[in-house]
């Protein structure tokens, strides 16, 4: 894997390279709670409704729990009725990524950030227009910053 990513930064309104993020599980152990460490580095699940960014509705930017990376802005947010903060759209599809996921027994498409690989939530095909996507995160994987 490339040990460097070009990644938007919303606050330069540009994309800029930035060296991947490798950690160890101990280091990210120590970084993140214990919550942040299963759901975003070990591909857990926040209950719906009791996480933090569900409800939120200050506008702002949602970035990475584990590196950083601009991931989200409240623009794009709206009220899915599941429970987990949903977005039509990453703020920008370089800092994101998709893999398909199985590990349930149906076929999903998981969304993890570009720069250090943290599982963030789920991205389904009914979300509202434009785009018609819905990305299910996890608060967890996420850090908002107030505008």
């Given at each position: 894997m ?13 994309t ?7 950690l160890?599980?101990?280091?990210w152990?120590?970084?993140l ?13 926040e ?35 599941t ?24 076929v999903?498409?998981e969304v ?13 095909s ?5 785009t018609?996507r819905?990305?299910?995160?996890n608060?967890?994987s996420?850090r908002?910053?107030?505008?």
């Amino acid at each position: 894997m490339e040990d460097e990513v070009s990644i938007y930064v919303s606050s330069r309104g540009q994309t800029v390279p930035m060296r991947r993020c490798h950690l160890t599980d101990e280091e990210w152990q120590r970084r993140l709670t214990p919550e942040q460490f299963l759901v975003a580095r070990r591909k857990g699940t926040e209950p719906a409704f009791r996480n933090e960014y569900f409800a939120n509705k200050k506008p702002g930017i949602y970035r990475c729990a584990c590196c950083g990376t601009d991931l989200f802005s409240s623009e794009d947010k709206f009220d899915s009725g599941t429970g987990w903060p949903s977005f039509s759209r990453p703020i920008a599809s370089a800092n994101v990524y998709e893999k398909t996921d199985r590990s349930i027994g149906i076929v999903r498409e998981e969304v993890l950030c570009r720069r250090c690989d943290a599982h963030l939530g789920h991205v389904f095909s009914d979300g509202p227009l434009p785009t018609g996507r819905r990305y299910c995160m996890n608060s967890a994987s996420l850090r908002f910053v107030e505008e």
